[in-house]
Each structure stands twice: as C-alpha cells, then as structure tokens.
C-alpha cells in the first residue's frame, strides 16, 4: 500500500465517512499507484466506506460513493468473489431510484462502467435488471440524469453486441421483446432530446438494431417503432446534427446497424432512400473527415445487392465523387483523416465494376 494511504491510516485509523474521503479514495483507486488487482485494498473500501456511504442519510456521500464504484478497475471487480459482485450491482441499482437527482445521475453512469466487465454482461440477470433500473429514469426531468442514462444504455447496448459474438448468443435470454421495444424508443426520444444525450442515443440505436434477430422484422409493431428510430434517429442527425460529433456519431451508428443482415432495406422500405440521400450528402459535402469516413463505412456496409433499392449507381457516383474532392482540395487541416477518407474511398472503388452505362456491385 502506497505511503500516503498508510500514512493516512496509521494516523486516523479510519478516515471520516465525508464527501471529502471519498473522494480521496476515488483519486487514488484511479492514479497509478493503486494496482490493478489489490482487492484486499478495494475490499477494505467497500466493507468500510462504501457500503456504509450508499446509505448514508447526505446525498452528497451517496453520489461520492458511486463515483467510487465507478473508478474501480475492470480488472478488481472480475477477482471479486461473487457475493461481493453482487453488493455492489445491489447497491448500485438501489441508488438509481434514489430521491436525489445527482445520486441518480451518479449511479447510471456507474451501472454503465459495469455493464461493460465481462463477467457482468455476460450475465442475462443483471442486464435485465440493469435494463429495468434504467428505464425508469428515461423520462426523468433533470438533463443529468437522461444524459447519464443515455449513456448508460448506450453501452449496454454495446456490451450486447460483443456478447452477440459467441455462437450461442440469443437476445431474448437478455431481454424480453418489451423491453427492447422501450430501450429503442428510449434511444428515439433521445435522438431528438438535448443534444448532449443525441449522440449515445443514436449509438444505441445502431447497436440495438444490429443485433436484433431476423423474426423482429415480422412485426407490425415493431417496424413501426423501427422507422422512427431510422427517420428521426439517424436520418435526422446525419443531416443536421447539432454538432459534428452527433453527425459522426449518426453515420457510425447507421454503418453499425446496416452489418445486420437481416436488417429490411431496399424497395418497399420507406427509410432506404432517405438515409442513403442522408450519408451521400455526408460523405460528399461535409468537411469533417470523421464524419465521411463514416458515411463511406455506412454507405458500403451492405452487402446485398437489393438492399440498396434504386441508390446503386447514385451511391457509386458519390463515393468517386468523394475522391476526386480529396484529389483536388489541397487546404484540408486534418491531413491524417483525409488520408484515412482517401483510403476508405479508394478501398470502396476497388469493390465496385464499371460496365458500361451498368454499375455492377462486386458482393464478396
């Protein structure tokens, strides 16, 4: 144990239960001399402080102790015995219905460091009960609160993605059908919420609809529910996203989706040709890299054919559109990125045939 943490100790035995200790601990569990995997330290903590402090009558310490949580290493929590794992899941979901907003706010943001341990999204239990926990903070008032839900529910989605890469992965042991048709409405409404909640929003969406199975797509309802997402979520933020990340986020988000391929696109889906138009205009007429880069990932991510309705030959004429304005505008500033959009671009061409008046789509 670092010299300054013993010091402390021997000279107060035990620090006072303040805002002002946890704090403490929440520096030095994140600087470099707390190793990764002292539990005996971090068990200490958790016996001493921060089961103590997350029912602590001052709302102050119990949003301190969140943040606590949230600065524990991904590698301690997985050398936890389980019945300290699940304390400290218990506690934390306790406080994200906690009265006091900052406590609230503090706690979604922790669950969304958490979802992302293996051993926890792993776990059908816990993102059930993280979904729930969540969920009911989507409408909340305070911006702090949505903004760290959001978030949060950003993340679960992507935990779910990784997890979707085992064989044996199947969505509904993680989630009931319910559930993931309030988590993309949640996300929808964010998309059009403030815009510091927009960008997790709509990478929500992407992540949620890329995992979503092929049977999903049957439902009346639910495609319903999809076309708001795609319409007002993504097509909307690619367009006018208040600002460059929320764009770029919207393009990532759109590529992330569209790798699910049993994702409905193409004729007689009324979100094809507007989101297409959406990234073209993106790609070709946007001046930050990030933001094409993405557009020319989304806008080639298909890998079917019909799944481009009539767009084909517009989406080929803009991605060597696209590479003739790297050619010939020489004042970018971002010269890593225009080289990252140049190769991108370049890639692209090399799949794509010319015959002709014929556009072909070369589908590896």
Known sequence: MPELWQK????????PLTTESLRLIEAYSISKEQEEKDTEWW???????????????????????????????????????????????????????DSDTNVKGAACRSLGIFILFPSLREDPMFVSDMTKAILSQKENKAIIVRVRASWAIANLCDALVLESEKPEFNLREYLSTTEWMEILSMATAGAVDNEKLRSNAVR??????????????????????IRNAVMQGLVKNIEGGSSLKIRWNACHATGNM?????????????WTHPLYQALLKALV???????????????????????????????????LEAWNTCQLNQEYKEIRYKQQLEQQVKRKEEEMLYNGKTYEFLFL
């Open 204 to 225: 929500a969406i992407g992540s949620l609809l890329r995992i979503t199975p092929k049977e999903y797509f049957e439902n009346t309802r639910i495609m319903s529910l």
């Open 258 to 270: 569209l790798l699910n391929l049993d994702f409905p696109m193409g004729e007689g889906y009324p």
């Open 8 to 15: 402390l100790v021997n000279e107060m035995k035990v620090l």
């Open 285 to 319: 007429h946007c001046k930050n890299f990030k933001v094409r880069i993405n557009a020319c990932l989304a806008l080639t991510a298909s890998k079917n054919k019909a799944r481009y309705g009539n767009q084909l030959p517009i989406i080929i004429e803009g991605i």
């Open 43 to 97: 068990t200490m903590i958790l016996k001493d402080y921060l089961q103590k402090a997350s029912i602590d009558e001052q709302a102050s310490i119990r949003a301190a102790a969140c943040d606590c949580f949230s600065s524990m290493p991904k590698e301690t929590f997985e050398a936890f015995h389980y019945r300290y794992q699940r304390l400290m899941v218990t506690l934390l979901l306790s406080l994200v219905v």
